[in-house]
């Protein structure tokens, strides 16, 4: 079940416990929306396996000029769940109340309508969407998908830890020959259809060219004027502009396109590893092919124009093109954050060239900027997002309000511990120097051992990386530790394959379901790290072997680092560190999913005891200062008695009036906290000035649902006072 | 957006087999590992350059590729530098017309005026590209370019500056961020090595003193994160600075001069910036007199004597002076005819009759 589905079934439980407890349904619609291949129901397409060809097929049979055809009669095929919309009412499509995506789906496969354009026709109705960051973040898709949405939205980023790294994929463009040279075909292609088009129907191309002339704003009527979201990739102000008169005509755009894809071929086949500016990218362009800054910039709107007016169906063909004229105009728009990186080899040892031409986003500011002008409340929120002063300098933003809760649990129901030494006292690290020594590989695979004896059921352990998890899996092998670890639990292990690896995962459930108790080792940055959870006995216990730092001789990496350094003066190392401390955390809240889980969770390397601050509040707050310095043997023991601790019986009566409250509690909760603001007004009248602020909300740590039962709002302005003296 | 997928294997750099065998001598890279091709701009054909050697050494000879045997020069050969050869002539073409059209955004009324501009090269161009009238754009363009000299020529000097300062710009920018750098890495170092003698000062307060210990780590640590607050606010100030300091605009907005000839549509009507006279101290006074010559010698026996009488020129006394001096005077006055300036003067000051009077009865 994906995140979006299960948020959504928390709501429509929300909703429902609304209902029930105001005795009234309230008019509230809340609606899921992802992609086409999601959602699809249209028999043939739905089981196409690649999105794009889903996106594409789709279009083909929706397009407003197929369904022109076909009201002149000719033969062309519609897909009946989009045409059954139109018989709808368009403020409409779906009943009030909270859909699943599988809700919708059912509703659309009984109405026979189109989910997917129903959730995307419906989300100007909705009081609730949800929907994956990147339909808000990616340029292309955002001005698509988002622009209804009214500037009061408040927009919530949820697990948004990793919200820089998406920021950047999404305005990142990686080019290689096989690209290159679809485009050139993609671009033949379109020559052809140019004379086709010409002889057959010559108005169309002279009524675009006149269109190009009066400007582009007006070519593109179907744009909202007032809400118009700015799209990094070609600013508002430069929208106004008429596309430059040497691509105004469609041969010549197309020889111009050409000419790039050429240059750009060029390029790529110097087999030398060098990093450029856009600037002096777009300098030597001009020199040797003549290609100015200006055409370039208007480059992929050009194209989307040309293709509209081709009236072409079969857009896969034209993606790499696509691709191409992106990269044209991001290229041309901006001078600063960005670089081009030319990668000949695909690694160090390499002989045959594989050229790759990274242009690589090194600002994560730039894409989420658009959000944060448009939209006046954005929450950015996770549950391992620390340091907070992280982020706002990344993102370049200021916070209003910017607080890290801690957990209320009723029992000390997760235990976290910083194993530094070994059994036999040395100390362990998965730093470069020493992490291939026996003696280090010994005492992991000792400390794996222990833990895979004392832990029932299931335990997850994280390496930092592919190579070394291989690496150190195959020295354990040699030393027998596999052996020994064998008889306690099933092993199972991660691949960069997704396929094995959801197998693995169901193999894991099994074993871990059925009593055999299983380890899967599994990677920091992988797949499972993120998006999988491991409540209650699918996962007891996480390991971290080795702080997860990223991959440094990374080019692209290196230059992010240094125009953070340059720009917003983060040093390397913190970033590192913090990202490093950011995917550790992640891991470890795999094992925690709920207020009646329990698990403990071990990060094994002596350097965490340096980073313990960098942890999320609520592990940090939870480890005591003797188990931030422990040997494995410690450990183990302290986990003995943990574990002794959580097998006892736990009902729902003691987390009662602390994790969870009744509405007694609640509304002893407000009194309090009306008392106490009473206090405060008098202690400010007496003492004159009222620069001594709140206790800042402890009451407001208790998660979802209880904050809106009582007015805070004098909680957030003295925060604020707060934060401003 | 998109990141490549992780693809194995390799992928050959030049598509295609016979990219790799001379057309006229069919020899093969796989023979010849540093085999090079040339290409002559006269017909582009692709021959390797052992072929040119060997037959264009002993002068100009016709192109071997069949159907083709225009007459090459050996040293008009190059080498290819893009895949499509088609480009790599279109390319050709286009360094030739842009050399000669080169009419930049500010010289044009409006951006449509440019933009049709643009539109109307851009359809040179094809024509030469295509073949298809080249005569007559030759003729346009051999005509343009005989017309406008002097634009063509400001405008590629104007070109050339702009992209030495981008250059120049973005060099030094890098030895800044360089020189940043270096400043970066020593602050830290400063900072490590402030940390440790803290911790020092700390072991060595604590074994000398009798004080509360709690107490006194706490100060000493308060001291240092006061210390580096203070440092890392100076150093956002002087990046401010720097910052404003650089954000200065490098490329200055030329005018150039519109012309008849070839059909440009909206240019700007360039007005001769007029040319500064020279500074005049006497606000157009003519020093010439209008009256008489001034001669350099004047016969008077008087005179004479005091040229000569070291008494008198000891004491700086000079006749020239003096005889311009009695000119001066007897000619002043001639030609100044005050009825007629303050006619000139009643009818500017219309209105006032009564003071005009009273100028004129003061005039007398
Ligand atoms: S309109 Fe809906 S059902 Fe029809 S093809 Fe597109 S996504 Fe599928
Ligand atoms: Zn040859
Ligand atoms: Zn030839």
Partial sequence: MSEIEKALAELKALMQYRADQLGQVEDFRGLGLTSRKNLCLHPSVKREKSGAVVDARCRSLTAGFVKEKKERGEDVDLCIYHDNLDLLEPHNLVPPGVFTLDGLLKYGEQHKQCPYFSARRMMPFCNVIIYSYHYLLDPKIAERVSKELSKDCIVVFDEAHNIDNVCIESLSIDLNDDILRKATRGADNLERKINEMRESDADKLQSEYAKLVEGLRDAEEARDENAFMANPALPDDLLQEAVPGNIRRAEHFIAFLKRFVE?????????????QTPLRFLQECKESTFIEKKPLRFCAERLTSLVRTLELTNIEDYQSLQEVATFATLAATYDKGFLLILEPYESDT?????????????????????????????????????????????LGFNTVVQESYSMTLARRSFLPMIVTRGGDQSAISSGFKIRNEPGVVRNYGALLMEFSKITPDGIVVFF?????????????????????????????VETPDSQETSLALETYRTACCNGRGAILLCVARGKVSEGIDFDHHYGRTVLCIGVPFQYTESRILKARLEFLRENYRIRENDFLSFDAMRHAAQCLGRVLRGKDDYGIMVLGDRRFLKKRNQLPKWINQAMTVAEENMSTDMAVTNAKKFLRAMAQPFGQKEQDGISTWSIQDLEKHVEKSQTDKIRELQNVQVNGNGDHAMGDGDGLTNGKGTEDNYDDDDDVDAIMRDMEA | MSRVPGKKGPVPGRAGEDDDICPVCKSSRYLNQNMKFLINPECYHKMCESCVDRIFSSGPAPCPVAGCGRTLRKQRFRKQILQDIRIEREVDIRRRVNAVFNRRQEEFETLRDYNNYLEEVEILIFNLINKTDVEETEKKIAAYAADHRSTISRNKALAHEESINITAEAEAQREQARIRRAEDLQEEEDERREREEGKRALVERLANSKGNADAIVQEIERAQVKRSSAKGEKANLERRKENAMATQDPFGVTNGSAGAGFKIAGLKKVVEPEIEKDYDPYGGTALEHEYYVFQDQYEHSWLDKARTNPEITTGGYDVG??????????????????????????????????TAAAAMAAGR
Wanted: contains cysteine; proline residues 5%; glycine residues 6%.
């Fill in chain 1, 350 to 394: 390499a002989t045959v060239p594989n050229p790759i031409l990274h242009f690589a986003c090194l600002d994560a500011a730039i894409a989420i900027k658009p959000v944060f002008d448009r939209f006046s409340s954005v929450i950015i929120t996770s549950g391992t997002i620390s340091p907070l002063e992280m982020y706002p300098k990344m």
């Fill in chain 1, 464 to 492: 930092p990386s592919y190579l070394y998890m291989e690496s150190i899996i195959s020295m354990w092998q040699g030393m027998g530790i596999l052996d020994e670890i064998w008889k306690f639990k099933l092993i199972l």
């Fill in chain 1, 263 to 275: 240059y750009v071929k060029m390029k790529i086949h110097v087999l030398v590893v060098s990093s």
């Fill in chain 2, 321 to 354: 002076e003096y005889c311009a001096r009695a000119m001066f005077e007897a000619f002043a006055g001639l030609g100044c005819f005050i009825e007629d300036e303050l006619g000139a003067r009643n009818v500017a000051v219309d209105s006032g009759t009564a």
